[in-house]
């Protein structure tokens, strides 16, 4: 099991081509900059038993290549990390047996699974480090297809590779001041179950914030202050109506 701490945008097109050509890029990218389609099904059971446990299964296919990924939430960390496994198979439906050692061992066997929606996304990643930190760039553009509807997604996610997330605000801080880019926690599962449900906007409740004896003042401050964030951000929609 592995964690993963990142932060997505939304663009829009112009934004997109903008970072592409920002020149952080030249400076900080440790390599040629690699470009991929990959198409991805996201399975739950018909009542939603994986959604209602905070998680997502999907299979990724990159050309001949197909990875199976968990991903869960991190209560302690809040909205901005996730649990993650990861896995390469050889089908297109998952492999059961490697969700044992994971939180979805206990009811995973007595669902069935089915493929709920889909993405087709042209992706390009760029390796950008530092001494101290490595952050990955990826830039997203493609759909999200569910039955009859689709949207489309424009957007970027930069994650936490090594080091300290102080170096991942700052850079994405950095990237984004000058573009049309919005801070956003709706990931590609969550486009997807929206349009399968095709339900009206509404508001989001605060998340309980996990605090404990623990920690010092500066590291709850920061718990509380992350939450606060996190309930803007996925309310901001809402607001803007």
């Avoid at 047996?97 to 087709?120: H, K, Y």
């Avoid at 997604?153 to 990237?175: I, M, N, P, R």
Wanted: net charge neutral; glycine share 6%; charged share 25%.
């Amino acid at each position: 099991m592995g964690s993963e701490t990142e932060l997505k945008f939304q663009l829009d097109p112009v934004a997109l081509q903008q970072l592409r050509r920002h020149p952080l890029l030249g400076r900080l990218k440790q390599e040629k900059a690699r470009t991929r389609l990959e198409k991805s099904a996201y399975f739950d059971t018909a009542e939603g038993h994986l959604r209602a446990q905070g998680a997502v299964l999907r299979i990724r296919t990159i050309g001949r290549r197909r990875i199976q990924t968990l991903k869960t939430t991190d209560e302690k960390a809040g909205a901005w990390s996730r649990n993650e496994w990861e896995w390469d198979i050889f089908d297109d439906v998952p492999d059961l047996r490697l969700l044992t050692d994971t939180p979805l061992a206990e009811t995973i066997g007595q669902t069935n699974l089915q493929a709920v929606f889909s993405t087709e996304i042209r992706r390009t990643t760029y390796l950008l480090s530092e001494p101290g930190w490595t952050v990955e760039l990826a830039l997203d553009q493609g759909q999200v297809l569910a039955g009859p509807y689709s949207a489309p997604v424009t957007e970027a996610e930069l994650e936490l590779k090594s080091g300290d997330a102080d170096h991942l605000f700052q850079l994405a801080l950095s990237l984004t001041q000058n573009l049309s880019a919005r801070l956003s926690l709706l990931t590609k599962a969550k486009r997807g179950f929206a349009l399968l449900e095709q339900a009206p906007l509404t508001s989001s409740k605060a998340r309980t914030i996990s605090l404990d004896g623990a920690m010092n003042a500066t590291a709850a401050l920061r718990q509380i202050a992350l939450s606060c964030i996190a309930h803007f951000v996925t309310n901001q929609d809402y607001l803007a109506m």
